[in-house]
């Protein structure tokens, strides 16, 4: 044990790269895949390469790092694999926009001399995120890091591929997909963000073809019509039903489409009339497969104009290419009105413009047969969600599973492993290593989606197809912590190619994190700028505090409010335990503490109860962490920290420190060591720095680093029920007496009288406790009796049928004590009258600001409050 002094102060910036360069040192962090320990291992959901810490990662980090040193504690082989995703269409943005910065346009270079711009990006920004990572306190393996670009990663994603060809699940085909007309290429659901803008609603006349009738349809993108192909109306509609088989005559083209019926029209809404642009609506798409309709492309990759209209509209952008719509049906007498709207246009997140829905020749992967087993792992409980309720939003979307889009019109990523024939581009060949003859073929220019190669993390990241023995220890991983916003995304798929690849499992249990939203509950968001710089926080209060805060208002399911006051909390617990922990550490010998034996040693009933609740403690934590509610588990260690250990057994140890029993003073100081050591145990996978640098002090020459110590699981059948009452006894008798004292304004340094009527067979725990009352009340003498009669002036409080009466005489000055209260009393009534008055009156609660209002009910509330306790402190004295 070291015989230093523990400093006055906490120094986390110091301490923490002390003891992260010590653990990484020690080899702490590494996974042995040749170890016969229970293996527990966990991959991180890799951050884009292009990414800076966030509080969302703060959450979801410290939660993985929680599971993985609470496993390396039990003494399991654990194994947290780091690493980063190449982010496709994130990172050729920003390399895009670095050119452009330069004057260097993505279009004037050839695909190689792009990427080794792209490569020469990605060394210089792309580790930054790691770094900060470490200094969250993160223990993952650091040897095993993976990139999503590696070499060793690009091969099980292309081998992947190749498997999936040859069993003919991959395909290419033409099908509408989200285009970005930034980056021109397709881009996935996750990467457009929705947003609520204000707008027009056109209402157009189209004449039915041979007569002087019209049919009016409406829409918020005039541009689009002249790709229509037909107009719909609900086949039960009795406006139209002898228009359905003619046709309209299409304005500004000429074309002349059919009038079809389809239940998807909504009667009620509008005029019951839909234009039909199959090329660029989804729900126009599914129309125009079910009535075998033309499909128009009327646009260009950057969602200009292209030659499939008018030759006036050609090469308009689509913005002009509204506005000329609209002059033209207005001119022409086809503009029947425009509406404002409210619409809910999908941006692409990169791009930051409006997607097009865009016809465009791409690889498909089926998904029914990779389904059917990932839809069966959930719901027979092979894999569980955290929370429950997520698994039928998983459900929804499995079971309406389509045919996934996997290519991508960029550069920076996979490319597709297919080479044309440049004699016959219809001959294929598809492999990892290319054609034996390259100069006879052309590869194919898309690359993969980022998913399609993040859905291969958990066993791409361990050299899947080659090692075996790292699959066969660390595969399946133990648990899954991500956003529930990517079940989709990532955690259906990645459950897909468990069982396509390895015909199992990928992980066995799934936390989804919560929302973070601030104390609006507005969602953090860059944009907002309402999201906290997470190293301004770790300056100010600490990594530790801010982990250990975190993580303490992170109920399961719930939506995060995050407020700095829960990090204040966390701070000020980590200076509680600092300070308790000096206090004891100060008390103890040179040598450390006295060698006795708890499990043999006579134990006075305050280190029965510490230790029990200890225990206790230890195995509410357990269970909590077991079922993966985070906030419980800290609330535990924090109540029983601050609660138990130090507002009431430091105060009963003082008593020994500093009494005349050499003996009880010795089992004080090993009993308060004990706790200390397994709350820093329990402590420690929230809160590593702070734990281990306090641990140094107190650990043995036996004893370990605190990182791989012993985990306290602790024991149902150690349960000490009798010290737990007797010790409830003493708190609340403890307790009384204190409130007593602050209510009636005692001052501290005066020591009172304690008469206790009715002991009720307490006498003798009384009695072994007397010197704690007397202490911990500031009691001078203590008279117990069963008759006793209750002396003059004095405050009465009953605990568990006790009557506890402190005698007032001589401790305050009562005639200026009930002039006081008498006072107050007066002035209350007086407030009390007018608030009543006040919500009493209809014109007040009907007209008045609903916040006004609510703030005289609360004054109502408060004032009660205390008018009470001041008349009951006022009947007690007189």
Known sequence: MSTSQIDKTYNWDKLEDHWYQHWLEKGYFKGDPDSDKEPYSIVIPPPNVTGMLTMGHVLNNTIQDVLIRKARMEGKNACWIPGTDHASIATESKVVKMLEKQGISKDSLSRDEFMTHAWAWKEKYGGIIINQLKKLGCSCDWDRERFTMDEGYSRAVLEAFVQLYHKGLIYKGHRLVNWCPVSKSAISDEEVIHQDKNGKLWHFRYPITGTEDYLVVATTRPETMLGDTAVAVHPEDERYKNSIGKTVTLPLVGREIPIISDTYVDKDFGTGCVKVTPAHDPNDFAMGERHDLEFINIMNDDASM???????????????????????????????KVEDYSNNIGFSERGNVPIEFYISEQWYLKMDELAKPALDAVNDGQIKFHPAHWTKTYNHWMENIKDWCISRQLWWGHQIPVWYNKDNPQQLHVSVDGPEDPENWTQDEDVLDTWASSWLWPFAVQAWPEAEKNLKTFYPTDALVTGPDIIFFWVARMIMSGYEFLDDIPFKDVYFTSILRDETGKKFSKSLGNSPDPFDLFKEYGTDATRFGTMLMAPQGLDVLFSNSRLEIGRNFMNKLWNASRFVHMNLERGGAPKIDLESAELDLPERWILSQLNQTAIRVNHQLDRFHFNEAAKAIYEFTWGDFCDWYIEIAKTRFYGDDPHKADVSRVVAVHVIKGILTLLHPYSPFITEEIWSYFRNDADSDLIVSPWLNGNESQADTEADTSMGLLKEMVTAVRTIRSRMNVPPGKKADLVIRNVNGHQSNIESFDDIIK???????????????????SATAVVQKMELFVPLKGLIDLDQEIARLSKRLDELKGHLVGVEKKLANENFVNRAPENVVAHEKQNLQDMTAEFDLVKANLDMLQ
């Open 306 to 336: 292209n030659s499939e209209v008018p030759n006036k509209f050609q090469g308009l952008s689509r913005e002009s290419a509204r506005k000329t719509v609209e002059k033209e049906m207005e001119a022409e007498g086809y503009l029947d």
């Open 775 to 793: 202490t911990l009340g500031r009691i001078n003498k203590i008279t117990l009796g069963a008759n006793l009669e209750k002396p003059d002036q």
